[in-house]
């Protein structure tokens, strides 16, 4: 497709607040192919979603990204809850700390990111239809329960690290990972078992280098689904020092499945990570919508 304006949604505080910075770097590439750029500037949490939800289709191609994967959910989440179906694609520039995203598209230079935006090739995008008990989400990136949102949550409190705080955080909490008893169904078939995580991806990605699901393609209409239900320290820290390189699928306390819905029901409300952003309890129950999105690759 011929971009000739692009509605560019930019996270100030994200990547240790690079997110400005990043964007006068792309300027001139944008520019030099005489794309119109209009430019919004988030405020606050949850303003990409708003942004997103009130872009003028006739006033823009294309919508890109400025920011880390959080941002790149919330503009996701809101084009997804728009009253009208969105055609609008969309592209991502890397200026976050994780960037799974953008690094399963193998495109994490901010650079090259902007020179595929503006070449305009498009990719089908899946979508998770996320439903809790009060609302649904919409995710891009991955569901996560049980220890993974526990590592989240110890990382979003650990960002004066930078991008270490993933590893840091992994690591803290396999020294006090614990089981919870839950229902998990995949495609209808249930599971009554104690866990140490469920974690369903649509991307490779789970925390900078950390290949979690290496299996998992973005458009394929399914979700990869990793499970531990019991597994000692010792075999944690072994599965933490293979996820970066997806061996750990040989690991026997591990499992993997690729379906097109899941729930998790469990004895207490646990939080969920959901794209990297602590929302929502549990009972859920998700859902792929195939082809919902479509990115610029």
């Known amino acids: 497709m011929t971009i000739q304006r ?10 240790r607040k690079r997110g400005l910075r990043v964007l006068e770097s792309v300027k001139p590439i944008f520019a030099n192919a005489g794309i119109e750029l209009k430019i ?22 294309a919508i890109c990204v400025i920011g880390g994967d959080g941002t790149f959910h919330e503009v996701a989440d809101g084009l997804m809850h728009r009253a009208e179906s969105s055609s609008i694609p969309l592209g991502i520039i890397p200026a ?23 070449a305009g090739e ?10 809790l008990n009060d609302r649904i989400v ?31 955080a992994t690591l803290w909490q396999i020294l006090r990972s614990k089981q919870r008893r839950a229902k998990l169904i995949l495609d209808g078939q249930t599971f009554d078992d104690d866990y140490l995580f469920v974690v369903a991806c649509n991307s490779r990605f789970a925390g900078p280098g950390m290949m979690l699901a290496p299996h998992a ?12 239900r019991n597994a000692s320290r010792r075999e944690m820290l072994t599965l933490f020092t293979k996820v970066f390189d997806g061996s ?26 959901l794209d990297g952003e602590m929302k929502g309890h549990t009972p859920m129950s ?12």
């Not at 976050?96 to 503006?118: M, Q, S, Y």
């Open 6 to 15: 692009l509605a560019v949604i930019v996270n100030p505080q994200g990547g």
């Open 40 to 61: 919004h500037v988030t405020q606050r949490s949850g303003h990409a979603i708003e942004i997103a939800q009130s872009l003028n289709k006739e006033s823009c191609d």
């Open 96 to 118: 976050g700390t994780a960037n799974t995203f953008a690094e399963h598209l193998k495109c994490k230079d901010p650079l090259e990111a902007a020179r595929k935006i503006v």
């Open 122 to 131: 498009q990719l089908p995008m899946d979508v998770v239809q996320v439903t």
């Open 138 to 168: 919409y995710c891009v990136d991955l569901v996560g329960w049980g220890a993974v949102s526990d590592i989240n949550s110890n990382a979003e409190q650990w960002r004066w690290l930078g991008p270490p705080r993933y590893s840091a």
């Open 217 to 228: 393609e973005i458009g394929d209409g399914k979700v990869d689904v990793v499970v531990v």
């Open 248 to 273: 750990h699928l040989t690991l026997k306390f591990v499992e993997y499945h690729q379906v097109s819905s899941f729930a998790i029901e469990s004895q207490t409300n646990d939080p969920l990570d």
């Open 286 to 297: 998700a859902e792929v919508l195939p082809a919902a999105l479509s990115i610029l690759a």
